[in-house]
């Protein structure tokens, strides 16, 4: 096995174990175990269980920003960006399910200059949100509502759906994001 394949197959099982036991319960003895080596083995891929967190998180934050800005790239109305927006938050969230329970429920563990730039990011996007709901709202496209109110309302509801990721995979992608398109988009468009 490679070492390029062998990093990645043990970043998958941080994943699946940080979903099933959560980060703080989660050993490194308890990864070696999963990847099927010895404990110190990990070390020659990953400095700590941190730097596993930290790949992880930071990996789903860039998939989510790049989702973001292809899914409104070339859209002309604020109700398309942010259709499209939604759409492609569900999407990195169905495509990558343990690493997105991971992202959602295990951030708090980021230390130190992690957990800044972690929040940064995390504020960043949000931005873009307010940014499609404030310009949607000055276009008349959507209802005067409160903008910080409605990007969180429309967040919360999309990072809730990783709930339904985990225990419906037989739901198609396609049908989350409709629903949760029209739900969000007819409690604020005009």
């Known amino acids: 096995m490679s ?31 999963e990847v099927g080596v010895e404990a110190p083995s990990i070390y020659n891929h990953f400095n700590s269980k941190h730097e596993l967190l930290k790949e992880i998180c930071f990996d789903i934050a860039e998939q989510f920003f790049q989702a973001f800005n292809e899914a409104v790239e070339n859209k002309r109305s604020n109700t398309d960006k942010l259709s499209a927006a939604i759409r492609a938050h569900v999407q990195v969230i169905y495509n990558n399910t343990e690493a ?6 295990e951030w708090i563990f980021l230390e130190g ?14 931005q873009k949100f307010r940014d499609l709901i404030k310009n949607g709202i000055e276009s008349k496209e959507f209802a005067a509502v409160d903008v910080r109110l409605a990007t969180l309302t429309v967040l919360a509801a999309l990072n809730a759906t990783h709930e339904l990721s985990r225990s419906n995979k037989k739901t198609e992608i396609e049908t989350i994001a409709n629903h949760i398109t029209g739900i969000l988009l007819n409690g604020i468009t005009t």
């Open 113 to 126: 200059s992690d957990m800044i730039k972690f929040r940064k990011l995390r504020n960043s996007y949000q």
């Open 100 to 105: 997105t329970t991971v992202f959602f429920e």
């Open 3 to 33: 070492l390029v394949s062998r990093k990645e197959h043990i970043r998958f099982s941080a994943q699946k174990l940080f979903r099933e036991k959560g980060y703080a319960a989660t050993s490194m003895r308890d990864l070696a175990k």
